[in-house]
């Protein structure tokens, strides 16, 4: 049975145990209960620091997951997928990557004991890979207390195992903003996630598989995602890492700030970011592709799969309960792993792995309050 519906179930809010939240070290604690429980890695310091804890931590769930990932999608298409392909790719994006995230990885591979060069093989699978994935974030007005909530439903594979090693992961750096990647046991690539300054990031693919391979001289948003994670404060510097980042592929984002300073309106953009153009619309833009189906504080992008008739239905009364029943509205059956709801501006979000055979929008959110975790 759908569980979309049930305020009572998706509003449920686990016991957090977060004892060791106010100490100086690192710590894994957790969220949910049961078949929804969630490992929650807490990790400070600089960014080869971090990924030695995250590795010591999750040793055993990440060994069990980077060599699954390689393994099952290489027999998926041995072709695409193969160690030289995934060896070329990575070393294309390499030199345009962020080097915490060659620190982090390098602390990982010390934390876990899997191979620098395996890593680098699994981190490399999404940027060879094609998937497409949903986004909504609305503000202001269209909402029922002027925060800002946006959706992120990662419509991936299913087969890879992905969502049976689920993570959070909370990152505490010596020098950057702090935030949260919600990821998978070994990958601190960021498919979406928040900072501590209500910047909140969603993606979604628009590269087919028909028009591999692809031109990977450029950098990746997963580990661009994370570097706008590390630095911006406004939605200004997230937008402008965009522009002065050499991309790949094709992409849209929605970016969403929800604690603008100067007390300007809480707001996000969407970008069509297909290599090397960028495009930026605001809301109710008659320019936005999707128009006239737009609306005033609220950006979508859905792929044609109904988000415009629900948002304008709650309308001004938009909150977490209705952002969740939207988002469980309008994933790709079939891959649903992932399905996060950001309140922005209160940092606290809601988040529902796929499990067995439920996908995640038919499994119960669990509550998470980013503030629990920073210092």
């Known amino acids: 049975m759908i569980l979309r519906c049930s305020i009572v179930t998706l509003f449920a809010t686990f ?3 977060v004892t060791c939240r106010a100490a100086e070290k690192p710590y894994l604690t957790s969220v949910g209960e049961g078949d929804t429980k969630i490992p929650v890695a807490v990790v400070r310091g600089t960014p080869f620091e971090m990924g030695q804890q995250l590795g010591e931590m999750t040793r055993d769930d990440s060994v069990e997951f980077i060599g699954q990932i ?6 998926d298409d041995p ?3 193969s160690n030289a392909n995934l060896d070329s790719a990575w070393e294309q994006v390499s030199a345009h990557t962020d080097q915490r995230i060659h620190e982090e990885l390098r602390g990982l591979s010390e934390g876990t004991g899997i191979s620098l060069k395996q890593l680098q093989r699994a981190h490399a699978i999404p ?6 994935c949903s986004s909504i974030a609305a503000w202001g007005n269209a909402t029922k207390d002027g925060h800002l909530y946006q959706t992120r439903n990662l419509d991936w594979h299913l087969g890879l195992g992905a969502q049976d090693h689920p993570l959070i992961v909370v990152y505490l750096p010596n020098d950057g903003v702090p935030h949260v990647n919600i990821t998978f046991a070994g990958f601190i690539g960021a498919n979406t996630g928040m900072n501590a300054e209500g910047i909140v990031l969603s993606e979604m693919g ?8 692809f031109d990977l001289n450029g950098v990746h948003f ?3 995602f994370r570097s706008v994670l590390y630095d911006a404060k406004t939605l200004d510097d997230a937008v402008g890492q965009f522009r002065d980042a050499k991309r790949i592929k094709k992409y849209h984002y929605v970016v969403g700030d929800g604690l603008t300073a100067k007390g300007e309106p809480k707001q996000a953009v969407k970008m069509l970011a297909h290599a090397p153009d960028l495009i930026v619309w605001t809301d109710n833009d008659p320019k936005d592709e999707l128009a006239p189906e737009v609306l005033k504080q609220i950006v979508y992008q859905d792929e044609g799969r109904g988000a415009f008739a629900p948002l304008t239905k709650v309308y001004g009364e938009i909150g977490g309960p209705e952002m969740i029943d939207i988002a469980c509205q309008i994933p790709i059956k079939g891959g649903n792993v992932l399905d ?7 940092l606290e979000f809601w ?5 067995n055979d439920a996908e995640a929008f038919e499994r119960p959110f669990v509550h998470v309050k980013l503030a629990d975790y920073l210092p």
Do not use: H, M
Request: proline residues 5%; without cysteine.
């Open 15 to 17: 016991a957090l145990n």
């Open 70 to 75: 390689v393994s099952r999608i290489q027999a």
């Open 79 to 81: 072709e695409r997928f």
């Open 127 to 132: 940027v060879v890979a094609d998937y497409s």
């Open 206 to 213: 628009d590269s087919p598989g028909s028009e591999y391979p």
């Open 222 to 224: 997963t580990t661009l």
């Open 340 to 346: 996060v709801v950001y309140d922005a501006t209160a």
């Open 351 to 355: 988040v529902s792995f796929a499990s």
